[in-house]
């Protein structure tokens, strides 16, 4: 019998295992695949800086590559603008990491394994979920296993959320990517791009590219639209017109383009007695601010901080337990779904984040909220959000 059985591996699998083993939780995290496997979400956030360090993770320039900040640009009208994290308001963390993500998902494990020992199984394929009484009760492809509580770390497979059918789509935000990615960049390319490490979003109708530099001289560069067809077609069309990628990826080595659908969702049931959804199993947004990797992280967080009192004073089983952890991390959804919905169907991107000469404190309290810091107070960036006609979709749970 385990305290928690975790479902996932990934950042917010590995997050969790890693802070239930220092608090000496007895946990076993399992996860379908064998690390390192690929994933996309290469992009963090500086907001991230805090919860590795309590995970004991280190990261520096020698095998990660620093993210100085945001750069948005508009091919079609010349338009540029650079947002350094370190701009932003006070506290805010004034940097932030480009990763591989096979890499730096399987480093969170390995360091979780190591460094805390925490129990991480690989390549076992959960095959049915019973809740009975006291406990939960798990098959896998291997044996069975029984826990007092249940986290589903699963990523966008969202396995309960999917399972029970309360994953609803979120409308008008991205709906698809296709992406790819350079490797042996010139010289010249990498001397710039390697320095600040910026993401590059270049604006295009009904959508955007991301351009995004690694470590060792790779570029992932991909295109997301909300509306209009999404195909390597498409895809391949975008690329040979943008300058800028064309520029970049002369004489670079390419890889083949993949593609990911159904983005953009919300859990409407993210917890119940006995179990609760983490990271992309909750909500997805339209990656355009970076945010997968860190909400989930930092959700893992929460929800551990929360559940390891609970299993002491045995109150894991109360069915709105987690009900604190959500209302938090709604903050950040709205925030960002709220900021998604202003940059695709408003005027935000002209009036701010290229205008000539924008409000100091508005631009300051931007920056803050693209390096994930929105659990604050002080930023009238995010009060003039929260105060807009553009607001997060509300989607009904089945029993209303």
Sequence with gaps: MHDVLIVGAGPAGSTAA???AQAGVRAVALDKDV???????ESLLPIDLPIFARLGVAMDRTSWQFKQGAEFIDERTGEFAFFSFADGLEGTPPHAWQVDRATFDTMLCDVARRSRGADIRFGERVRDIEFIGDHVRVVTDREEHRARFLLDCTGQDAMLGRGARTIAPLHELGRAAVFCHFDDLSPEVWAELGEQGNIKVLIVEDGWHWLIPMHGGRLSVGLVKWRGKLD???????????????RLTAGATRS???TIRNWSYKNT???????????DACAFLDPVFSSGVSLAMLGAERTVDLLV?????GREAAADLMAPVHATMQVAYDSFEQLIRRFYHTRLVSHLFFARTPDPQLRRGLISMLAGDVWRDDNPFQDMLR???VQPQ?????SE
């Design 18 to 20: 890693n802070l239930l």
């Design 256 to 258: 083949a383009s993949r």
């Design 394 to 398: 509300r989607v009904a749970a089945p």
């Design 269 to 279: 049931r993210p917890s119940g007695p006995r179990w609760a959804c983490v990271g």
């Design 35 to 41: 690390f390192p496997r690929f994933h996309i979400g």
């Design 387 to 389: 105060s807009s006609r």
């Design 232 to 246: 390597d077609d498409a895809f391949e069309a975008a690329l040979a017109a943008s300058p800028l990628c064309r």
């Design 309 to 313: 009192p609970a299993l002491a004073e």
